[in-house]
Structures are given as structure tokens and as C-alpha cells.
């Protein structure tokens, strides 16, 4: 999709990245490494990402939130990311869209993690206008009353990440690999997760969300497409990634600690 440079001239200007299929902890590499070293703003859209891959929170326990004997038998990647929020198995149904910005950049946005998520739904609201019943609820992207977008975020003292995994399709068998969270959102109601989560695919063509991602956040910044080399330019700082995998060692002390 060509972006006109000449268009929202007078609007902050934001880079953005679009990948596909980039290993989602490069993914996570990046966005801290440009959270953290980078002083502009930027957007990075991924179309999915290979392997099957469970990405916890950096509170997330595995005993509290992983079927740990499934995972282990089947060799499943857990990560534990920099940013909090919840649980997600992620692979190649999934599409990611993260926005980090500097504090002044989105005008009158106190940078709170809840001002920041109801921006983010303003700016959705636009990409599925006239689709399904589109709406924040708690810290959730739903249709109706299910699930497709979970959220999570990162603030530090002068600028903030919001990413965004969004469920266009899912394997049934991976949702088996998730407990039910015991801080659950209220309008969950004691779901499953197949009875609270619902799939992108039956709503929007894919190429159309991210088509439609990139002309919504247009309307707030002007674009500039960068490729994946212009990050190791963008800041000579010292950087060392907080993500990480989970060894083995660590889920099945886990696992034994849960039977003890």
C-alpha cells in the first residue's frame, strides 16, 4: 500500500514498519529497543508470526496460567514479555499491531494506561465502522461480547508502547494450553476460551484490517515507511532485551512446585 508523502503535512510524524511473519520475540526485541533508545514515534504492523508460541505478561506465572504438563510434552515456546498484561498463544492466524509514542505526540492524551487504551479504541473504532458490534470492554477488543484484540502496554517517563494481538484466526487445540486466568475480565462470565473468544476472519478479509490499521493511524500522523535496517541507525544507545524464552528448566520447576 503507497502512502502519499506529501498528505497530513503539520501531523507528528510516525515510522512505519510492516512485516510478515517476523518470530514475535524479534518482534518484542525491537519494540523495546525502540521504546527505550529511540525518541520518535512508530507503528509496526506484523502479519503473523510462525511457530506456535505462548507470550505471558512479565507478572504472568506459568503454574497460574499454563496447562504446564501440555506445553512441556509438547514443546511449546513460552516467552515472557516486557510489557504487562495478559496471556496470548500466538502463530501465524494472529496479526500484531503495536504503536509507541512519544508523550506529546497524541494531542490532550494523559499518558495512563486507560486514556491511552480508549485512544487506541477511538482509532479502531474507525477500522470496523459498519463491522460487527466493535468495542473496548475492560481492557479488551470484542465484537459483541467476544474477544478478538488483547492489549498491553509499557509507560515509562517520556514515552509508551501499546500493542495489540489480534485473532483473525486461531487453532483449537492451542487454546488448550491456557488455564482459565483467575483474574478474568467480568464480561468473560466464566467462559471457556472458545466460547469467549471469536475469530477476526468471519468479519474483515485480512489484508482489508491492516490495510484499513494503517489509513486509520493516517489520519493522525503522517506515515514514513521504514524497512527493518533503518533501527540500527536510529540510536547508538546500549540496549539489552528484557523478552525472553522460558527455559525448560523454569516451566518444570513450575509444574513441580504446583504439585507440591
Known sequence: MLIPQTKNIGL???NLMRFKGLPILQQ???EEQLLRTSSENWCIVNDGT???TIVMGMSGKPAELLELESVLDDEVPVIRRFTGGGTVIVDHGTVFVTFICNKEAVPNLQPYP???MSWSSSLYSKVFQGIGDFHLRENDYVFGNHKFG???QSITKNRWIHHTSFLWDFNVQ???????PKRAPAYRSARSHLDFICRMKDYMPRSTFMDKTVEATETQFSLRPLQL???RTCSEAKFCPSSRFLTNEELEAAAVALQS
Open 12 to 14: 507528528p510524524l510516525m
Open 28 to 30: 518484542l526485541h525491537i
Open 50 to 52: 510462525n511457530d506456535p
Open 114 to 116: 486507560r486514556p491511552i
Open 150 to 152: 488483547g492489549n498491553a
Open 174 to 180: 492451542n487454546m488448550s494450553y491456557l488455564k482459565h
Open 229 to 231: 535496517e533503518a533501527i
